[in-house]
């Protein structure tokens, strides 16, 4: 299944900002080969589901994938639903530092912003 | 739809009654028998009617550790641990306890939710390598309790309960039958789960009868969970309350991190916003209380009666109720309200958990 808006497949972005750090991460790792982030929702937190990240170079046949500033972001088709339209940035002011979800869907975020409601 | 009745159901004889959806002994031999059994000797109460869910897969804790509040994730085969499945309001949905067995991790819930969870499970269960399903038919479940509770399986049930942690279980054969044991006490009262099959339940059963147990009904069973100050869904536990409320701090971890309704639970307790607090309640002897009377102190309801218990033999009527912060202190008598008659004194807190503490 694909939601389009336009006629515009939408799917999850990711900021150049937030791309440059998930390469930092995964050379730190010493991570060889398409480098991506497996970007996923579990059920939990404080608000009834949240994210789950992990920088990975494993592509499973039923993902579904966008290739964005030299990186893959990989959706599982159950998190897609939830995670439709979302934009992965990168903050690293002075209020914390770390990777974001900017979710469209998302109608309660809890005050650490790892946990929301649709 | 017929009710249910327990593998026990024509052993235990007494008066049946209709609860939870079970045909069950209300009272099985005498008020003050059963009652005396359970607070000074040792009692076994069947209670097959609460809800047995097993939980089976890879991210089965890993996914109670983010629903509810007590950290579960570590449990490791034969450790158990109380924890309470919250909405996102931090209000209870249930306390369950959750035992890892090895092959499967068993949840008992209060009687009645078993679908309530398993739908909340599903809902939640997005990825994970898990399946849930209902044992509450498919064994029997008994409750053995009192003081001398852990003498009896030791000394003449032959288990081995040094290895036994606090909410946990161990695998133990008593008079050549399977059993699970598992650290259930009622409040401040030592009492022992025992999982075992339909088809031993009999032999166990007249077992334990046989050596001195002695079997009571619900009515007896509730006394003595009123008396202990442990919450029952419905009355004291559901929706409308939170567990800080229902004074279940002890089945809350402050440090695991997120679960759904941890923010609300960790602002009521940092800000000390508890509205009000779950009291045991003792009725003076002309009190005519019900479920759900009022309690009033200078002419306002303050507070509401949630259980009632009555001690055999003459004993005081006592029971439990949601009271005001302000007026929540042990040895404050307050009137109850009409056309209901007399006073109730407070006695004491439900679990640990009290004003300031």
Known sequence: ?118 | MALQRSALHRLTGGAIAERFGWELPALISTASGEYLAATTGTAVHDISYMGRLHAIGADALDLLNRLSTNKVIDLVPGEGAPTILTTDQGRILDLIHVVNLEDHILMITSPELQQTIIDWLDKYTIMEDLEVEDHTTADTLLHLLGPQSRQWLEQTGGVDLDGLSAYGAVYAQIADTGVQVIDKPFGPLPGFALVLSNQDAPALWNNLVETGVIPIGTEAYDTVRVENAVPAYGNEMGQPYNPLEAGLIGSIDFAKGCYIGQEVIARLDTYQKVQKHLVTLRFSPDATPSPGAGLVQDGKVIGRVTSLGSIPDGGDTIGMGYVRKAFASEGVTLELETPAEGSAEITGFSQLFGPGV
């Open chain 1, 1 to 118: 299944m694909a939601i389009t808006q336009n006629g515009v497949e939408l799917g999850v972005s990711v900021s150049e900002l937030a791309a440059k750090k998930i390469k930092y991460f995964a050379e730190k790792d010493g991570m060889v080969g398409d480098v991506g982030v497996r970007v996923a929702v579990k059920g939990g937190g404080c608000s009834g589901l949240t994210y789950d990240l992990a920088i990975t170079t494993e592509e499973r046949d039923t993902d579904k994938v966008v290739e964005q500033h030299g990186i893959k972001v990989m959706v599982d088709k159950k998190s897609y639903i939830f995670l439709v339209g979302t934009e992965l940035e990168f903050s690293d002011g002075l209020n914390g530092k770390g990777f974001v979800f900017v979710n469209p869907n998302a109608k309660k975020t809890c005050g650490c912003g790892t946990s929301f409601s649709v």
